[in-house]
């Protein structure tokens, strides 16, 4: 896939997203962590909640009060602690809900 480029200065464009393998910057994770405390529902949509520390956020959202949901085609790790799991792909599951 070639890498889309800026108009204006030719640049590369890059999403502001963490590719696998990528380290997370620390300033993002403290405020993920800090808005996942203050949230009252926290939805996990296709993650396996197994890269670490990101996959922590949705713990941090739970034991600051939060409801859990996660949507995922497989088990994850902190489906034990959510109040809402759907086994299913995003796109399906959301398909349904939008649909009631």
Sequence with gaps: MKAPYC????GILKPDTIS????MPED????AITHACECDLC??????LVVYP?????AHAVEGGSKLMII???ETPLDPMADV???ES???ALGEMVGL
């Excluded at 108009?7 to 030719?10: A, E, H, L, N, T």
């Excluded at 939805?43 to 396996?48: C, D, K, M, P, T």
């Excluded at 990101?54 to 949705?58: C, I, M």
């Design 85 to 87: 799991v759907v086994h």
């Design 72 to 74: 995922n085609r497989d």
């Design 7 to 10: 108009d204006d200065c030719s």
């Design 43 to 48: 939805i996990v949509l296709g993650s396996s």
């Design 28 to 31: 993002k994770m403290a405020q």
């Design 54 to 58: 990101a996959a922590s956020v949705p």
């Design 90 to 92: 995003v796109s399906k």
């Design 20 to 23: 696998f393998g990528q380290a």
